[in-house]
C-alpha cells in the first residue's frame, strides 16, 4: 500500500487503470441491465417490478461498500499517516452517498405496489437513511476541514465511528421484524432464480467497476486541486517576500 504513498506513482497507475475500469464497467453495467430489464421474464408474485432488483441490489451494496472502504481509507490515515488516505476516503464519499439515494429511491418504488406504502420506518429503511445523513455529515466535515486548513483527523475518526452502521444494515431484517424480505444472497445459498442471479451479478460487478472509476477519477481531481492550490501559496509567499524584501524609493537628501 505504502509504493503508491507517492503521488506520482499513484497518478501513473491510477492513469492506466481509470479507464480500463470505467469502460469495463460500462459495457458490463449496460450488458446487465439490458438483460434484466428486456429479456428476463417478470417474477410470479412481484411481476414487472422486479427488474428494479438490477438497479437496488447494486446500489444498496454501493452505499455500504462505499462506507466501509471510507472507513478503512480513515483507518490508515489515523493508524499509518498515509498520504493518500484522506484524499481516498474523501474520493468515496461523494460517489457513497449518491448510490446510497439511489437505493432508497429504488427501495420507495418497489414499496409502494409491494408494500402499499412509499415509506416504512422498519430497520433497513431507518438504517439505509441513517447512512444517507452520515455521508451527508462527513462531507461537510471533509469539506470544513480541507477549506480551512483543520484537522483531517476529526473527518477520519467520525467514518470510523459511523461504521458500525453497516453490520447494523446488513443484520437489521435479522435481528428486527421487518417488511424487507431477509437476506437472498448468503455465503454458498441463493434464494434467487438463475434466470434473474446472473444478470444480478452482473450489475453488481459492472457498477462496482464504475464507482471505482468514479473514485479514482475524483482522487486525481482532489490531487490536481491540492496541487494547484499549492502553487498558488508558494507564489503569494515568494510574492510578501519579494515585497517585503524592495527597498522603498526615497527623497534626496536635504
Known amino acids: 500500500m505504502h509504493i503508491y504513498a507517492n503521488p506520482k506513482r499513484f497518478l501513473s497507475l491510477a492513469g492506466w487503470l481509470t479507464p480500463l475500469l470505467f469502460w469495463g464497467g460500462l459495457v458490463l453495467s449496460l450488458a446487465a441491465l439490458g438483460w434484466g430489464f428486456f429479456v428476463v421474464p417478470p ?22 461498500g ?24 474523501r474520493a468515496i464519499a461523494v460517489p457513497g ?26 430497520g433497513r429503511l431507518t438504517s439505509m437513511l441513517v447512512l444517507l445523513f452520515l455521508y451527508g455529515g462527513y462531507i461537510a466535515l471533509a469539506e470544513a476541514s480541507s477549506r480551512e486548513g483543520g484537522s483531517s483527523r476529526i473527518p477520519a475518526i467520525f467514518a470510523i465511528v459511523g461504521a ?11 435481528w428486527w421484524n421487518s417488511l424487507h424480505q431477509p437476506p437472498s444472497l ?17 450489475a453488481v460487478i459492472g457498477f462496482s467497476l464504475l464507482f471505482g472509476a468514479i473514485v479514482l477519477m475524483r482522487m486525481r481531481a482532489l490531487i490536481a486541486r491540492q496541487q494547484v492550490e499549492a502553487r498558488l501559496r508558494r507564489r503569494a509567499l515568494d510574492d510578501d517576500a519579494m515585497a517585503a524584501g524592495a527597498v522603498p524609493s526615497g527623497g534626496g537628501a536635504a
Do not use: Q
Request: charged share 10%.
Open 43 to 64: 417474477d410470479r408474485l412481484m411481476g414487472e417490478t422486479v427488474r428494479i432488483l438490477f438497479v437496488h441490489v447494486p446500489a444498496a451494496w454501493l452505499g455500504m
Open 66 to 89: 462505499g462506507w466501509a472502504g471510507l472507513a478503512l481509507a480513515s483507518g490508515a490515515l489515523l493508524i499509518w499517516k498515509h498520504p493518500l488516505a484522506s484524499i481516498a476516503a
Open 97 to 122: 452517498l449518491a448510490f446510497t439515494a439511489l437505493c432508497l429511491a429504488t427501495g420507495s418504488i418497489w414499496g409502494r405496489p409491494a408494500w402499499g406504502t412509499w415509506w416504512e420506518w422498519d
Open 164 to 174: 458500525i452502521n453497516v453490520p447494523i444494515i446488513n443484520r437489521s431484517v435479522v
Open 186 to 202: 448468503t455465503v454458498g445459498k441463493s434464494a434467487i432464480a438463475d434466470v434473474y442471479l446472473w444478470p444480478l451479478i452482473g
